[in-house]
């Protein structure tokens, strides 16, 4: 669960039609000027890893409600330390030679850096992060995705930084 988290995307959802996008301030988001039906608010940062509220219906004008999104990692990536402070580890196993993409995302999906894009032999691998972007500037958010992605195999961890 991403309980303040800053900048993660939030769609609405009124029937499989996106109505509205915000991203959360403080782990809040609000959608305003809704008419009447019944809506669906769903976050999914990557890919389809993310998670939806239950149905709202409104029957004449906007109300406020809360429901929780929890984003919850999936797959077998080892982040160690976490949280840290500079550096981390991450580990992952492979079963055949893979082409694998690791990369850093902040919150709302968005790429913060690459640590691997290659071709990789079946064992388990390992590669790190020391806090840093693309212009290998320090990153100041608390909280960050680690992605690996090998054609289907889709899996990603919370890092949370001091």
Known sequence: MIGDADGVL???????????RTTTVGGIYRFSGLGPGDYVAR???IGDIGDQTNPLVIAVADVSAADTL??????????VPNPCVDTTKVTF?????????VNIVDMGGRAVTNLLS???LPAQHSVYWNGRD????PVSDALY???YVSG?????????RR
Do not use: K, M, N, Y
């Open 152 to 160: 289907h195999d889709v899996r990603a961890d919370l890092i949370f």
């Open 70 to 79: 929890r984003l919850v990692p999936r797959g077998d990536l080892s982040v």
């Open 145 to 147: 995705w680690v992605t």
């Open 134 to 137: 693309l212009q290998g500037h």
């Open 43 to 45: 976050s999914r940062p």
């Open 118 to 120: 290659l071709v990789v």
């Open 10 to 20: 939030v769609e609405l959802l009124h029937g499989s039609e996106v109505v509205a």
């Open 93 to 101: 196993q492979v079963t055949d030679t893979v082409w694998v993409d």
